[in-house]
């Protein structure tokens, strides 16, 4: 869906178009009363079942309420299944009142529902009428005398009962639905546990699904795994009233079991399922958890739904996360046209929207409007609402600290993120924590202005962003002067379960440590990160990244013993699997091979992390091996080695891998395989790969033709170096002197040796002399 005008319905237009289809609606049933009354009365009784129950109907179980209500219309001869089925087909053509939902299954029309809602009867009227309806209409009339402002919960259980005692078994086990309901209502617990029990054995299609949801509900907090089991069963009926609800209920059930993939599944099934109302709500909290789980693709589809809805109390929210989204993959101006419609549209919200076409102007380098577009959401009519003033706060501090104004960005968040508001406070705690779950990963920050802002996520975020922001608030306090602030958080960091920080953390508490005793207890924690009997408390995330910065610190304190406690910790978590297993084991191979000079163990751990990682690890550990066997003169090995790597095809490893084969190749005199080789490291995305391979296809015995281009492609490089380049002036001599075009030779020849960068010169002479004396083919006699 674009961004344009199609994004965007015409309220008007759309008010219009609904009232000219119920208008339509209208007639047809109106027509269908004389002209088939059997389609009249099977909406009729499809109506009868949506008051009652909420859900699409089986066919076979909508029959007998057509046939109740035919009889109304004609007394003699009885609906017949013929009749019923025709009806159906008649029923569903455009426009439709009746709409198939799977097989077999029928649904009302959306407006056939608010086409017919005038005609139910006020409380009053249903308790006039109840001795002479069906069954189903029984229900729907309690519903009503339930549900009203001005109700009567007593003709409401009169009705209900009324319903149950009759002789139509759906209309009793939807009635014994709602009056296990209102026992619960009424506070009496067992008795409504023992009612939905009941319902659930019958395993009715329409209230089964709901006494899953009730029952889930009473043992929720209990039996967890019995109420997660219900609410599986009560997702999957796919009951119109109950699966969304279900499925958000699952959602948070398997939140507190740490089930993030499950919690996204649920999440899923409630946006789907959802009415009007819930499934934006439902839907900005899976965008939530998919941009967590980096599925930003699915994160902007679901976006782009709810912005269709036009929902008036999230489609702003929605159009400010698409915003975000659009601005990291860099379509800024389709971000900023997104965000000018929907200020035009959303007047109540548009401070919200300007706050964010101002990160989009910073974003382009423009401050100037960026901060008169600050300026214009803080003078709103509207105001900012306290979630919005936390925005504000940090995008001011983002000026600031653009400005080098750290006092004024450090002030800015100490105040938004101590406020006396508690809305403003928790949104500047999320907005803090989203800052530095994306900073996180480009490594410690030491700006002065956002101390406030690592002091608070130290404090209030989860591992591993609390590790990193306990070290760069240590950083910063160092790098203030202050290293007496700096130790406390660089202890915070190290009691953490970030093994990498921790190591960073030691590794800066030991250069502050004023004498030895106390230098060597942080050379010791260290190494407790690692250790086995803290795994559980341990993210494996940073076991991988940490093993080798830990084992280098350790070998400067001269610690070769912890190095080796290292090292067998990382192998247990080896041993015992799971994501990281295969990272852990690759940079155990570093350590041997760099930290240890074990060549053998690290071939070892290389070919382990291969088997068990993903494409990634498993190229770059193949890729290592193949390195390992190079320098040990194993060329066979080696060769098969980074052959591995290119079968896997990992768009950065393999045409590495491509190039290394190609020169050992080469040396073997297998022109064949080096020029299969380099022709795969010349589609690679790196520059410099990509040249060099360029270079080496065009120095080798081929058709002068694809030497040419190659060696034209190395010249035109900036990614080419000064030697690369004067060797290949001196080559594409050597292609045209060869094919007989002696002229264009020494055109390239004068390049060469004259070229204005002494580096290229003195390369092209140096291949020059080495290529020697260019034979030129004798021509034929005509």
């Known amino acids: 869906m674009g961004t344009g005008g199609d994004m965007w319905s015409d309220p008007l237009q759309q008010y219009e178009d609904e009232l000219e289809l119920a208008g339509r609606l209208r007639r047809r049933l109106d027509a269908a009363l004389t002209e088939c009354p059997a389609c009249y009365a099977t909406v ?85 009428r109840l001795a002479q309806v069906t069954p189903l209409e029984a229900v729907a009339i309690g519903k009503a005398a339930w549900f009203a402002r001005h109700g009567d919960p007593e003709l409401a259980r009169r009705a209900w009962r009324q319903a149950a005692r009759g002789d139509d078994a759906d209309a009793a086990a939807v009635a014994r639905w709602y009056l296990a309901e209102a026992i619960l209502e009424d506070g009496d617990v067992p008795a409504g546990r023992a009612a939905l029990e009941r319902i659930l054995r019958e395993d009715h299609f329409a209230t089964a699904p709901r006494a899953m949801l009730a029952l889930a509900g009473l043992c929720r907090d209990n039996a967890p795994d019995q109420a997660r089991a219900l609410l599986e069963k009560a997702v999957a009926a796919g009951h119109r009233e109950v699966t969304a609800r279900a499925a958000h209920k699952l959602a948070g059930l398997r939140e507190r079991l740490g089930d993030e993939p499950g919690v996204i599944e649920a999440m899923r099934i409630a946006f789907e399922w959802g009415d009007a109302l819930s499934a934006p709500y439902d839907g900005l909290a899976l965008v939530a958890l998919l941009r967590r789980a980096g599925e930003t693709g699915e994160a902007e589809r679901v976006l782009r739904r709810i912005i269709a809805w036009d929902s008036p109390f999230h489609t702003a929210d929605a159009v400010v996360e698409l915003s975000v989204l659009l601005v990291m993959k860099g379509e800024l101006d389709e971000s900023e046209r997104l965000l000018t419609e929907a200020i035009e549209r959303e007047y109540l919200f548009a401070p919200r929207l300007k706050l964010q076409l101002a990160r989009v102007r910073l974003a382009r380098g423009d401050e100037e409007t960026a901060v008169a577009l600050l300026a214009e959401a803080r003078r709103h009519p509207v105001g900012l609402q306290p979630q919005d003033v936390a925005q504000a706060h940090v995008l001011e501090a983002q000026f600031a600290i653009a400005r080098r104004d750290d006092d004024h960005a450090a002030r800015l968040f100490a105040e938004v993120l101590n406020s006396a508001d508690p809305v403003t406070r928790q949104a500047a705690h999320l907005i803090a924590v989203a800052i530095g779950d994306g900073m996180r990963p480009g490594g410690p920050w030491a700006i002065p202005g956002v101390e406030p802002l690592m002091r608070h996520l130290m404090a209030e975020a989860a591992s591993p962003t609390r590790e990193w922001a306990a070290y760069c608030a240590g950083l910063i306090a160092e790098h203030a002067g202050e290293p007496e602030a700096a130790v406390p958080a660089y202890l915070a960091a190290l009691a953490g379960r970030a093994p990498r920080y921790a190591v960073l953390a030691a590794t800066k508490l030991a250069a502050l440590a004023e004498d030895a005793a106390e230098r060597h207890r942080f050379v010791d924690a260290c190494v407790g990160v690692f250790e086995a009997d803290s795994a559980a408390e341990v993210t494996e995330e940073g076991v991988a990244e940490a093993v080798v910065p830990a084992a280098r610190f350790l070998c400067r304190a001269g610690r070769d013993d912890l190095v080796e406690r290292v090292r067998d910790a990382c192998l247990g978590h080896v041993q015992r699997g799971g994501a990281e297993a295969a990272r852990i084991a690759f940079n155990l191979g570093v350590l041997d091979s760099e ?67 190609g020169g050992l190749a080469g040396r073997f005199l297998d022109m064949r395989a080096a020029v299969d080789a380099y022709e795969v490291a010349l589609g690679s995305d790196d520059p410099a790969v990509a040249v060099e391979a360029a270079f080496h296809l065009g120095c080798l015995v081929q058709p002068p033709e694809d030497a040419e281009d190659a060696l034209h492609r190395v010249i035109a490089s900036d990614a080419a170096s000064p030697d690369m380049v004067g060797s290949a002036y001196a080559h594409l001599g050597r292609v045209y002197a060869s094919t007989g075009n002696r002229r264009l030779a020494q055109r390239y020849w004068r390049k060469g040796r004259n070229h204005p960068d002494p580096a290229v010169s003195a390369a092209f002479a140096v291949a020059r002399k080495a290529i020697g004396r260019v034979m030129t083919p004798r021509r034929r006699p005509a």
């Open 595 to 661: 930290i240890c000079g074990d060549g053998l163990s690290a071939l070892a751990l290389w070919e382990l992390a291969a088997e068990l990682g993903d494409a990634d690890v498993a190229s770059r550990a193949w890729y290592e091996v193949g390195v390992v066997h190079s320098q040990r003169f194993s060329a066979v090995s080696a060769a098969r080695a980074f052959q591995r790597v290119i079968d896997i095809g990992h768009p950065e490893h393999a045409p590495r891998a491509a190039l290394v084969l």
């Open 44 to 128: 009729m009784a499809m109506f009868d079942w949506w008051q009652a129950a909420g859900t699409s109907v089986p066919a076979d179980r909508l029959y007998p309420q057509a046939a109740r209500r035919m009889s109304a219309l004609r007394p003699r001869p009885a609906l017949t299944r013929e009749e019923f089925a025709e009806a159906l087909d008649e029923a569903c053509a455009e426009p439709a009142l009746l709409l198939p939902d799977g097989p077999g299954r029928y649904a009302l029309a959306d407006q056939v529902g608010r086409v017919l809602l005038p005609a139910l009867p006020t409380v009053d009227e249903g308790a006039e």
